[in-house]
């Protein structure tokens, strides 16, 4: 492992292990729909914590290690519990694509069953916080729009905008947009502080606070464009782009159009 | 004689028997306005601030200038029962149940934008047709006092609201108030009434807004537009233009339909704008709170590159004696910005302190035909660019997939490198456009047919110009350098001094031209 | 190819060229027409106007492409109004190049400059009415005019007194005091230091006796902070690692730069980012300034617990919080 992590600033070191991950994930996915079928007949929970070993040993082990100790690249994922799982694959974060400064949200590698199959697997290794259940989220009947907001403002938006449409970090990082974020990720994503993004403790942001902070989130996610095109919601940038391009170029436009000479 | 004509005339009589208007309009109404498309930036910041006038008024008939705390309970549900300002509530109020109210908010801020814009747009067509020189010194300065009072008209607009958005930015003006040496501090506890954010601000920034400010403007615009009726507009350069005439349309009907159709124009685009475009949705931002922020806070453009100046800035503060000096404010916040408008406003004086030139000019400059000038434009301008580039890093490195400190570096870098590399690239540019024109004169135009010559060389027919397009190409003067600046009356070379010296450089930087054909000058400037 | 070229001179104004609807009826009459039908546009513009003010309720919305869900009442209104407006001002200026007379007239300019005899009018004007007020002479009146206007020129500045209060201490001290508890902002909860895992952060105010209310000017001084690291990754000076507890310490949230809340934590590198100039500060180093504008680490509350195990401040912040000013001493 020393060995091979020299090389992971090496310039072909991106391209090579893409291919990598390309592959991967490919033989994970064919290993992984014939255990689908197996796993429906035998539903053990053990049974299910195997398939999930398998699915780790294809697809993570090789940088999180066999036992998922951990490596030079990668962190330990004893202890992480099965939220952790269900935020980082679920979402298309792990596996990363490539060794970017950080993991990007994508397309899932993996099917629902996969992810449920792996996160099983890793909570069996040590107890960590589980993935909430839709009981627990259920932000609709628990949770307040306008005090999510304010919490919101106060917690959040200093990284992911008064809109939930994220903004940068420092050295090129950068607080994703909350846009597309079902309210489970929300939900495990506070509690667990992935990446960059700080924990917020039960204690600090009661559960039922974070239920509001989710139903804002998606209030805004749905919130209609209320005087017209909404120009991104990052602010006064676009608006003045905007009056610089559309706004004078089509007043000089007509201003030409009006000092010309008719013929 | 028709029943309207004779109404017509009796109504005129009673006015003219009374004020003595008819000789004065019988005069002006034919005033003559030469036509460029240029020359109508300066109107469409006029007409937007008229736009501005009439929504403004409309806005204050329910805004309430206040920073009471109130239980919010109205329309809008993602911020019904959060405590928040009147002013707040106010601005909600006019957008979500004034029928119209959020048009005319949007329509208010997107003629303020478009005010701003016009105005720049207008000051660089002045600046580089060489328009502000005698006699129209003054307007260049009363333009440079309107731009100025745009820019903090602008702000304390926007600020009104109290939203997070905008106290961000009165929070970031009370620490440039209280970095102030000495009177910082006492300057900003006037200013709030107390310690930042107090509950007095918005109540004083709204009587500055809507009557100190505006009346300022109006009786600076009024002074602007009577100077260029009074003086006449400048003209560009071309067949039958001169200095001592002016070509164009009758105000009456001509100018009149043009000019009046055109408000309406610049009007309907804003609501078009207004319509389909948002802008400043306060009810996303949150009320203020000093304890909150949102990422990417940023002000409106026109103040984008202080914005970007203060990012930049190096951290660098003085603590002696038990005081404390922010250079990393002051610098950025006062120092440059006090250097670029007072440099900007005093341009006119100093262009002709090194030219020597104190005639009067009416004919524009083309400018290519002034490449010190041009190439100094270009200059500021890409200043300028860089900072309010670096005022929205964080926008562009999450849109672009940069990082904000290669931004900042970059702009640390080049705000010492790129301005100098404009000047060098824009005067080479200019000075190879004259040898364009010079060959165009000389040699005529290229046809693109070919010949072959009874060599049997192939050449390409070239034809010569019209009469107006060479005239055009070669009327401008070209005024050599100041040989006199480094010498004192008696005639004693005094390189020393560094006024002289910094005189002849400059000097010589203007007179750097490509000869134009066609001898000497032939442009008639007598002094009158 | 070259040749001797004649002095160029000015050819003068070219000659006028016609337009299509100053020779051709029929042209004539299409530009009327043209001139007609937007003005005729404006008024359907109006009326589309008022039919949306009358007919379309303000909570009506309607989903259209690039906009999205929009406002269905704003925008027709905004559409109808921008119409209306616009297609007047197309109209007429249409009008003006199509029909109106397009001869280019030459005016001749003035001289600014007034002629010779006005200036010495003017002067002898200015001397005699000097002489006649015989402010040159009467040096006692120029002296104590002088005197009373300067004086007077003071009282605004004495009308302007009462705006504020003086600064006094008020920008050195905050709400901070020897065992004030921290409560969450919002929600005003004390906490101990169990609750905080971690990686973890809160934003934390003062707590209210009895009575107290918060206003914004306290919230704009008082807000802090709190974040928990390994008590092995902080690089500290004995001193300041006694201001934390259990791994938990605690910054002013108010830049030490030009005031935004700096509460942009990246849990990973440790570093807090200001979003308004991109300062950069290092946790673990007591927030050292390690990019960005800002001269100073964020000041540091020093903590600690009471006897039921909350969070309280040992002691107020040793130093002022928020942006420099003149009279702070460090």
Known sequence: MKRLSRYRRHRFAGPVLLVFALFMIGTTFSVASATTQKSASTLVRSAAIDEGRQIFLKGCSSCHGLNAEGGSIAPSLIGVGAAAVDFQVGTGRMPMADMSVQAMRKQPAYTPDEVAALAKYVASLSPGPAIPTQDVVNYERDGNTAQGGELFRTNCAMCHNFAGQGGALSQGKFAPSLMSSEPVQIYEAMILGPQSMPVFSDKVITPAEKLSIIKWIKATQSEPAHGGASLGRVGPVTEGLLIWTLGLGLLIGIAVWLATKAR | ???????????????????????????????????????????????????????????????????????????????????????????????????????????????????????????????????????????????????????????????????????????????????????????????????????????????????????????????????????????????????????????????????????????????????????????????????????????????????GLVRMAPPIETHAFGHTISWNILVPGLIVPGILFTGMALYPFIESWFTGDKREHQLLDRPRNAPNRTALGAMSLTFIIITILNGGNDIIATHFSLTINQIMWFSRIGIFLLPPLAYVITKRLCLSLQRADRDLVEHGRETGRLMMTAEGEFIEVHEPISKEKAWMLTQHEQLTALEHVTEDEHGIRNPKTMGGKLRARLSRADAEQIQKPGGDSHKEIDSY | MSHELEPITDPGLPDHVHRAADTDPVAEKRAERQVAILFALSAIGTILFIASYIYIPTTEFIFLPVLGSTNAHELFLGLGLGLSLLFIGLGAVHWAKTLMPDNEIIAERHVMRSEDVDRKGFVDTVKEGAAASGLGRRSLIKRSLGLSLGLSALTPLLFLRDLGPLPKKQLETTNWKTGTRLVTDPGDRAIKASDLEVGAVAQVLPQLLTGEERTLSNIGKDAVLLIRLRPEEFELSPERLSWTYEGIIAFSKICSHMGCAVALYEQQTKHLLCPCHQSTFDVPRAAKVIFGPSARPLPQLAITVDSEGYLIAQKPFSEPVGPSFWERSS
């Open chain 2, 1 to 307: 004689m028709s029943a309207s004509e004779r109404v017509g005339g009796q109504v005129a009589n009673y006015v003219d028997e009374r004020t003595g208007a008819a000789k004065w309009l019988k005069k002006n109404l034919t005033k003559v306005f030469p036509d460029h498309w240029s020359f109508m930036l300066g109107e469409i910041a006029l007409y937007s601030f008229i736009i501005l006038l009439l929504s403004g008024v409309f806005l204050t008939f329910w805004f309430d200038p206040s920073q009471r705390e109130v239980l919010y309970e109205g329309t809008y549900q993602p911020l019904s029962g959060l405590k928040m300002s009147a002013a707040y509530v106010s601005t909600l109020h006019i957008s979500f149940d004034i029928r119209g109210g959020l048009l005319m908010r949007q329509i208010h801020h997107w003629a303020a934008l478009l005010f701003m814009t016009a105005i720049v747009a207008h000051l660089l067509r002045v600046f580089f047709t060489g328009a502000y020189r005698k006699p129209r010194e003054f307007n260049w300065i009363i333009g440079v006092g309107l731009l100025t009072l745009g820019i903090v008209e602008g702000f304390l607009g926007y600020s009104l609201p109290d939203d997070l958005l905008s106290g961000t930015g009165i929070r970031i003006a009370e620490a440039i108030i209280q970095a102030m040496p000495v009177i910082g501090s006492y300057l900003a506890f006037f200013a709030f009434g107390g310690a930042f954010p107090g509950d007095t601000f918005i109540p004083r920034i709204f009587t500055v807004h809507v009557l100190l400010l505006p009346g300022i403007f109006l009786a600076l615009i009024t002074v602007h537009l009577m100077l260029v009726w009074y003086q006449k507009h400048t003209q560009y350069p071309g067949p039958g233009r001169t200095e001592k005439n002016v070509v164009g349309y009758p105000l009456m009907p001509i100018y009149m339909a043009k000019a009046g159709g055109f408000f309406f124009i610049v009007f309907g685009v804003i609501a078009l704008l207004s319509a389909l475009a948002s802008i400043n949705p306060i009810w996303l931002y949150g009320p203020y709170t000093p304890g909150q922020i949102s990422a990417g806070s940023q002000p409106d453009w026109y103040m984008g590159w202080l914005d």
